[in-house]
């Protein structure tokens, strides 16, 4: 990695004492604090609606990092702590927002800080707006370097939601000021398909629908709900996963080369695959393309689970889904006729995310004559074990002709000396240089819902099938059908099988 380009900022992180800030942020900023990635003059202010003191404040990031951060909690911690403040902040009440700014204006100056501010909104989305609206309101904005938010994700519930909070955050903060965080845009592995595609001559005349059947795409969780039960029955699977993580790897996988490797250049070609998704204009459509599915009790690695309607703060008559599956056809040049295949659910046998592209069949001559020759498959691993997988046919050795499947492997993490970065690390930093490649921009994110809406709209019947599924098992019987009518299966993921497991990321 390299060290940073921008100046030294004032990061603002709202929501400093809840889930996310302990698992990801904190242990982020300190992996950058270690390597050398900030600005040595950096500060950050804490802010949360309990009462802490300065020590148990100190004591609460201590904690997230000896659970959640690669690097051990020395002698550098107190060091790395010391930039660190806590402020309690009723975050509707303005008045109290002054009390930030002066600690700001402080730190700004105790660190000769050129007024450069970074503020993180780990909090509720319904509280973008007032937030935003009272840092402008009591001058935090009025500084003299650059101002930039970070927001999580889910942005809106529908197209119309996210609409209107775009709107109103867009009247306090400029659209080139705005991050909207996608985290698997920073994972290691998504981040590489673009130098896998472009940066290898063998790959981009073949990445068409001439050469490619199908590509498949799986992100897949062992655990349930787990204490989000109250937020997950209000979203489900489509808006948590296939808005946002699911369909920004779809315009990873689809996209067309980029006039230059700049951000707006990147995400131009992005939205246009987003534009030439084919929309499910009927329901029939829907019922054809998109399978709806919810656990049911069963075993998972050896124990049981519950099922969805047992879990705490659920409904027992919840129809809302933990897994999706879902045929998406792109109506462009390059996609015409090669299906994208997406799932993604809670509760399934692997956690795994993986993008399987399936290349067309030999015709039928010579070793193929009688139709066995299994496909070529090109396999980008993301989760949990990093890596490229690429099958291919070769001769049995000993045998008259006889034809096996053979792997080539690249596993990360046996060839690439020293750590991998989390994804919070690299957007963290991103965001500190002003780079916006791996976030989201307003057209992707509106797009993205207009995909959705439909589906939404028709599963809020309540006629339209939820189909059910054991815990442990890979989904309805429903998914695999989806593949099986045009010819196609599921390909296995990472982890299914445990010597293959073995073998391909063995030292």
């Keep these: 990695m390299s060290m940073i380009k921008d100046e030294a900022a004032v990061i603002i992180l709202f929501g400093a004492t809840g889930d996310l800030a302990k698992r990801k942020l904190y242990p982020a900023i300190y992996s950058l604090f270690r390597e050398g990635q900030l600005a040595k003059n950096f500060a950050v202010i804490g802010v949360g609606r309990r009462q802490l003191s300065k020590s148990e404040f100190y004591a609460h990031i201590k904690n997230a990092l000896e659970l959640f951060s690669d690097y051990n909690v020395d002698e550098e911690f107190n060091e790395f702590v010391s930039h660190f403040q806590y402020l309690s902040v009723d975050i509707h009440n303005t008045m109290e927002y002054q009390e930030l700014l002066n600690l700001t204006l402080s730190l700004e100056e105790g660190y000769n800080i050129a007024g450069n501010r970074l503020f993180y909104l780990a909090i509720a989305p319904e509280l973008f707006e007032p937030v935003s609206f009272n840092l402008k309101k009591t001058g935090l904005l009025d500084n003299k370097g650059w101002k930039r938010l970070v927001i999580e994700k889910p942005f809106g519930k529908d197209y119309h939601s996210a609409q209107d909070l775009n709107h109103k955050i867009t009247q306090v903060f400029n659209e080139e000021e705005i991050y909207r965080i996608d985290h698997y845009l920073g994972k290691e592995m998504v981040q590489n398909i673009e130098v896998i595609r472009f940066a290898n001559a063998f790959f981009e005349p073949v990445w068409n629908n001439r050469y490619i059947s199908n590509i498949q795409l799986t992100s897949s969780e062992t655990v349930g709900v787990e204490a989000r039960g109250d937020y997950y029955d209000q979203v489900g699977a489509l808006r948590d996963m296939v808005q946002n993580h699911m369909l920004q790897m779809v315009t990873m996988m689809a996209m067309e080369p980029p006039s230059r490797l700049k951000a707006e250049a990147i995400r131009d070609e992005k939205v246009k695959v987003l534009r030439s998704i084919r929309r499910f204009e009927s329901a029939e459509e829907i019922h054809q393309n998109i399978v709806r599915g919810q656990y049911n009790s069963g075993e998972i690695q050896g124990q049981s689970v519950s099922g969805y309607r047992e879990e705490e703060n659920v409904s027992p008559k919840s129809n809302t889904e933990t897994f999706v599956a879902a045929k998406i056809m792109i109506d462009n040049f390059r996609w015409s006729g090669v299906p994208f295949y997406i799932r993604t659910g809670k509760r399934l046998p692997q956690k795994a995310t993986e993008i399987i592209v399936e290349f067309k069949n030999l015709p039928n001559l010579y070793f193929n004559k009688q139709k066995t020759l299994e496909p070529n498959l090109l396999v980008i691993r993301i989760h949990p074990e990093e890596g490229i997988h690429l099958k291919l046919n070769a001769k049995n050795p000993g045998t008259d002709g006889t034809i096996l499947p053979i792997s080539m492997d690249f596993c990360h993490k046996n060839t690439v000396e020293g750590r991998t970065p989390e994804a919070y690390e690299r957007l963290i930093k991103d965001a500190l240089e002003g780079d916006s490649t791996f976030f989201t921009r307003w057209d992707e994110v509106s797009i993205?819902?207009?995909?959705?809406?439909?589906?939404?709209?028709?599963?809020?019947?309540?006629?339209?099938?939820?189909?059910?599924?054991?815990?442990?098992?890979?989904?309805?019987?429903?998914?695999?059908?989806?593949?099986?009518?045009?010819?196609?299966?599921?390909?296995?993921?990472?982890?299914?099988?445990?010597?293959?497991?073995?073998?391909?990321?063995?030292?």
């Design 448 to 507: 993205a819902w207009k995909v959705v809406d439909p589906i939404i709209k028709e599963w809020s019947n309540s006629d339209f099938a939820l189909h059910h599924y054991r815990a442990g098992e890979w989904g309805p019987l429903e998914a695999k059908q989806l593949l099986e009518r045009d010819g196609f299966k599921w390909w296995p993921v990472y982890g299914e099988d445990p010597n293959r497991r073995k073998k391909e990321c063995s030292l």
